[in-house]
């Protein structure tokens, strides 16, 4: 493209307003604002760039982008908030898919030159591809059209005879001043191929940070074609994104106590893993004893997991919160960092209902709080509270830090059977003396809690 002043200038301020974005991001309080900040300049980004000379199409590309914004506008406003993760998985498989189309269309036009653009033309197509099959699959199974995780034999072998042949094709490329179709289909086909194989085998426990590292790739691989392209825009954007989901990655894996290669290599899958030996039984209750448990106490801690985001009940959990307060109780929650099923999920959720942002704390600002509390609610979470995790060097969870719900007087767990979390782990915190479940849908027990709270006046 050739460059134009004004044009760059426009591009400067839309960098500015984006970077301001993803800093209003940073808090719930001003999340949303820097939402809306960060569409506008993409909106003004794309507009700006119609105006660059030589541009052609427009009636290919205007039909293209209307299309495209009346998809993204249906389902953004038909998406429920339980779905929001998939969401957020496709969208991240379709920007690199994006990213790796533009190296691919370049590369068939003969238009990449010099061996640095070429380079950074191969690393976004590999990214780019990577990016959106393994998005593709994280979607599948966020859905559920995917339900088990599948380990190829030699799995991590195989993982490194495809990457090392696509690296080595994607080198061949940069070197070559020609090169043939062949090689180029065979290098995106493998690209493809490799983002599957890698991503099949990942569980559900692992799945948030898979989702942001996915994201980092497809910002990488959208700043790399940027590069290609000229456009300033892009590359800003891209590498916006790229970094920051690549500090969000290294933050949530270190949240689980795993270095990202295990997540890559050795996933959490599942499967239904043995460990240690678990002492004691598992106590039911009933909604009208966690109700009562719960009013005659003075401290609540609410430690939400993605059964009350499947069971809709954050909006009950609220009201009961709001029951407990004007009875005198302390009421609290505790995000864990990997809590859902993408970075910020149980935040989001509560948010829509109306928790105010200073009644939730992450784990590091909660965790010393749980010995003085008469009751940890736990609504539908299992790992990041199983106390395994503390103990048991043999359990695929061990090492990753807990809320520490097993130390509050009282423990009560809202969950819907008597099956194991997305790791597969028997929880421990369950058979503890002082932990009693209610069976049953969050949003129905919680309404029952309700119901009998408000009869002890």
Not at 16 to 23: M, P, S
Not at 350 to 375: M, S, T
Not at 381 to 390: L, S
Not at 413 to 421: L, S
Request: proline share 4%; charged share 15%; net charge negative.
């Amino acid at each position: 493209m050739a460059s134009n002043p004004i044009i760059d200038l426009a591009y400067v301020i839309v960098a500015v307003v984006f970077i301001l974005g993803l800093k209003a991001m940073s808090s719930p309080v001003t999340a949303r604002k820097g939402i809306v900040w960060a569409g506008w300049a993409m909106v003004a980004a794309t507009v700006v760039t119609l105006f660059y000379p030589g541009m052609q199409n427009f009636a290919l590309m205007i039909v293209a982008m209307m299309a495209g914004a009346s998809v993204a506008w249906w389902s953004g406003k038909k998406v429920a908030m339980t779905d929001m993760p998939q969401m957020v998985a496709i969208y991240n498989g379709m920007g690199g898919g994006a990213a790796a189309a533009i190296a691919l269309l370049e590369f068939t036009k003969g238009e990449v030159h010099g061996m640095v653009a070429t380079a950074l033309a191969v690393l976004g197509a590999l990214i780019g591809a990577v990016a959106f099959s393994g998005s593709c699959i994280a979607y599948a199974k966020l859905q559920g059209i995917m339900k088990k995780a599948y380990r190829l034999p030699k799995q991590d072998a195989v993982n490194m005879i495809v990457a090392a042949i696509t690296v080595i094709l994607g080198l061949a490329i940069v070197a070559a001043d020609h090169p043939g179709m062949g090689w180029i289909i065979t290098f995106f086909i493998l690209a493809l191929i490799l983002g599957l194989i890698i991503t099949t085998p990942i569980g559900g426990a692992d799945m948030p940070v898979v989702i942001s590292l996915l994201n980092a790739f497809t910002g990488l691989a959208v700043g790399f074609e940027g590069y290609v392209l000229h456009n300033p825009a892009l590359i800003v954007a891209g590498i916006v994104v790229g970094a920051s989901g690549t500090l969000l990655t290294q933050l949530m894996a270190k949240a689980m106590n795993r270095p990202i290669r295990n997540i890559i290599f050795s996933p959490i899958t599942g499967e239904a893993s043995e460990g240690e030996a678990i002492e004691g039984t598992m106590r039911e209750l009933g909604p009208m004893d966690a109700a009562a448990t719960m009013r005659y106490g003075s401290k609540v801690i609410i430690v939400p997991g993605y059964g009350m985001a499947v069971a809709g009940a954050q909006h009950k959990v609220w009201e009961m919160s709001e029951l407990l307060e004007e009875a005198g109780v302390e009421v609290s929650f505790a995000i864990h960092p990997v809590a859902g099923r993408m970075p910020g999920h149980m935040n989001v959720l509560l948010a829509e209902a109306g928790v105010p942002y200073d009644k939730i704390f992450d784990l590091e600002e909660i965790n010393e709080d749980f010995p003085q509390a008469d009751v940890a609610l736990v609504i539908g979470a299992n790992d990041v509270v199983n106390p395994t995790a503390r103990t048991d060097k043999s359990s695929p969870i061990y090492g990753m830090p807990i809320l520490n719900a097993d130390m509050a007087q009282n423990v009560i767990v809202i969950k819907r059977g008597k099956g194991t979390g997305y790791s597969g782990v028997e929880n421990a915190l369950f058979y503890k003396e002082n932990c009693g479940l209610v069976y049953g849908s969050a949003q129905n027990v919680v309404g029952e809690i309700i119901s009998h709270i408000k009869t002890m006046g």
